[in-house]
């Protein structure tokens, strides 16, 4: 634990002017990012008397080693600069906002020559129209099959269309009418764009026009007698109000607004959003943080609208944003949103009607949500700490082991031997450590040598990473380069090590830190017969009760290791299965195969062309060619494919993949 006396600055040192700071801890991670109006007195303000300091901030303080700061010219800045870096240090002592699983959006590509849409997932693409996010992906599919109807969009994979577009015939939605065939060329790119653009000011609220648009022609074809074409044009209007039927009018037309609340108590917040476009809930969604640093529901809401906006613009920043608390910083942060959406953006309290009384319930979702969430976890918080506390006294660590990775090995009887790292912190997965090893120093299936050369190699990386520090010096000279505190790979120590395995294991990666200085590091194995740990030198494992959690967050953690090993060598062995002949030619890069394969039509045609026929290629050059038909007459052909039904031989004519493998229907 650090004195804050130790690094504090000098007062005449820190401006008083804006800027953004840094908090470093001994390793030079960057463990805290913070902006004030004034540098000087929110810095003076944590180093007062610990007593004085909220209990988290007193662990940050106490935690650093070292402050620092950058000056900037606006307010606006120094939230831009903040923001910046909370996502790119990813601080420990900063509240960050996490959502329990990736909402689906609604999502038209309008950027490709036949838009199509579809539910889509993760960071948004340029060219791409979104709506919701949705809770629920069934959701938007029910919504997007009431609307085909009216808008037959295209929303087959490339795939599927390039594969209907050779054969001449649609998908069966286009025979059932809720896909206009683009793909055959029953309408123009033309006409099709204009339809996703229709479906698009659809969803975007804009319904009044259509719909009476609609109803008009249904009254035309009605008095011309013209039934089949009204009758139609009714059941259009209906599907398209049940769609918006789907998504209730809480507010007036043409609002466009996202609602933030806040449900806290003093160890977690919750937030949640409601999405309103044109009057309607066109989406929402939520998050749970611990409150890891000292924060109010304005500081709560500041950093909602942070993650909320911060990689939005246009149009998917809305003209109002309404809050149950104000910011500290409104003034910076309405002319941020409004530099983000491109227009003035109103960021206030609604203080009376509809809109006060939507807000009343998103904050009663954002308490439900905070109260399920303490269901699920309520337990958690308290067994992650018996179980690390179990563990530290079944191994008799000296105190709890906050970070533990766990090792495996994974391989299909000796081939594509590979490993797996996991690592856990404060008991939960950490999955943007994880890592993966290719097993380089041998060939064949052996467990206990894999094991010590993946131990090795990590904590080799371990030292280098502190040798460019200076926190180790080998040979009394090394030198300390400044680090920038960004997350480094294997740069921080666990303070256990699992391995999958028994007492061969657990010595072999003994013995490999040994070899390597590390003796501040404890080892053990966790058997799967017995579910037994091991411990290096004993002779007997330690057996912990079938109901300890201890034993629970070791399991998870194995399995976890061996989950991901298991992945990672399905994926080589899947590779190494697909390569083709082509695969073997030396300096034949993916960009050569695919002109060669596209040249012939498949692999079998190229097989029997001679060098001549190959060098018309364009970049490959006789020696190449010559390469590559050496290559194809040392390949075994497969055997040709048989129609069991008739006893018929199949020719392959269908273009193999660039590699060589075996074409997929």
Not at 421 to 430: C, Q
Request: aromatic share 6%; with cysteine; net charge neutral.
């Amino acid at each position: 634990m650090a004195d804050p006396s130790s690094y504090r600055p000098q007062p005449g040192q820190i401006p008083d002017s804006p800027g953004v700071y840094r908090f470093r801890d001994e390793h030079r991670r960057v463990i805290y990012v913070g902006k004030a109006k004034s540098l000087r007195q929110r810095l003076a303000s944590y180093f007062q008397d610990l007593a004085g300091l909220h209990p988290r901030t007193a662990t940050m303080v106490t935690t650093a080693a070292s402050v620092e700061w950058t000056v900037v010219s606006t307010e606006v800045e120094a939230l831009q600069l903040e923001y910046s870096w909370i996502k790119e240090y990813d601080p420990r002592f900063n509240v960050k906002y996490r959502d329990d699983k990736s909402y689906p959006s609604l999502a038209v590509t309008l950027n490709e020559e036949y838009p199509r849409v579809q539910v889509m997932r993760g960071p948004k693409k340029k060219g791409v129209r979104y709506f919701g996010p949705y809770g629920h992906a069934w959701a938007i599919r029910e919504t997007v099959d009431l609307m085909l109807r009216v808008f037959p969009v295209r929303t087959c994979s490339a795939g599927v269309f390039k594969r209907s577009a050779q054969i001449g015939r649609p998908c069966l939605l286009g025979y059932i009418g809720k896909c206009s065939a683009p793909c055959v060329g029953r309408v123009t790119p033309e006409e099709h764009r204009e339809l996703a653009e229709d479906f698009c000011d659809f969803m975007a609220g804009r319904t009044g026009t259509y719909l009476s648009r609609l109803e008009k022609e249904m009254h035309e074809a009605a008095e011309e007698m013209e039934y089949e074409k009204a009758a139609r044009l009714r059941d259009d209007i209906g599907a398209l109000r049940r769609a918006m039927e789907k998504n209730a009018v809480v507010l007036a037309d043409a609002t466009d607004a996202d609602l933030i609340a806040v449900a806290e108590d003093e160890l977690e917040a919750a937030v949640q959003i409601f999405h309103v476009r044109g009057g309607r809930v066109r989406g929402q969604r939520g998050w749970v943080t611990d409150k890891v640093e000292a924060v109010d529901t304005a500081g709560l809401v500041e950093h909602a609208l942070q993650q909320l906006y911060g990689e939005e613009k246009g149009e998917a920043v809305p003209k109002e944003v309404l809050v149950p608390a104000l910011p500290e910083d409104t003034p910076a942060l309405s002319q941020w949103l409004a530099e983000r959406r491109g227009s003035q953006v109103s960021l206030r309290i609604p203080q009376r009607g509809d809109k006060k009384a939507l807000m009343e319930t998103v904050h009663r979702n954002a308490q439900q949500s905070l109260a399920l969430h303490k269901t699920k976890r309520a337990s958690d918080l308290t067994t992650r700490s018996r179980a690390l506390e179990e563990i530290a006294e079944a191994l008799e660590l000296d105190s709890a082991p906050l970070r533990i990775e766990c090792f495996d090995i994974s391989h299909l009887q000796g081939d594509d031997v590979v490993a797996s790292m996991v690592v856990f912190e404060d008991g939960l997965a950490r999955k943007g450590e994880y890592r993966r090893f290719q097993i380089k120093s041998f060939e064949g299936q052996d467990d206990v040598r894999s094991m010590h050369e993946v131990v090795s190699r990590r904590f080799r990386r371990y030292l280098q990473e502190k040798l460019k520090t200076g926190e180790w010096e080998p040979d009394g000279d090394g030198e300390s380069p400044e680090d920038d505190g960004r997350p480094r790979r294997f740069a921080y120590p666990p303070q256990l090590v699992v391995v999958d395995g028994g007492q061969p294991q657990v010595a072999a990666a003994k013995r490999a830190l040994e070899e390597l200085g590390v003796d501040d590091v404890a080892v053990c194995g966790l058997a799967k017969r017995l579910e037994e740990v091991w411990l290096p030198g004993e002779d007997d494992p330690v057996v912990l009760p079938r109901t300890s959690e201890g034993l629970y967050l070791l399991q998870r953690v194995r399995d976890e290791a061996h989950r991901f090993a298991i992945q990672y060598q399905r994926n080589k062995r899947g590779k190494r299965l697909k390569a083709g002949p082509l695969d073997e030619v030396p300096g034949l890069g993916e960009t050569r195969k695919q002109a060669l394969v596209k040249h012939f039509g498949s692999v079998k045609k190229l097989r029997q062309a001679t060098i001549d026929q190959i060098c018309e290629v364009p970049g490959i050059g006789r020696k190449t060619a010559e390469t590559v038909a050496a290559a194809l007459v040392r390949a075994v052909p497969a055997g040709p494919a048989v129609n069991m039904a008739t006893g018929e031989i199949i020719e392959d004519e269908n273009p193999a993949p660039a590699g060589g493998g075996t074409p997929q229907p």
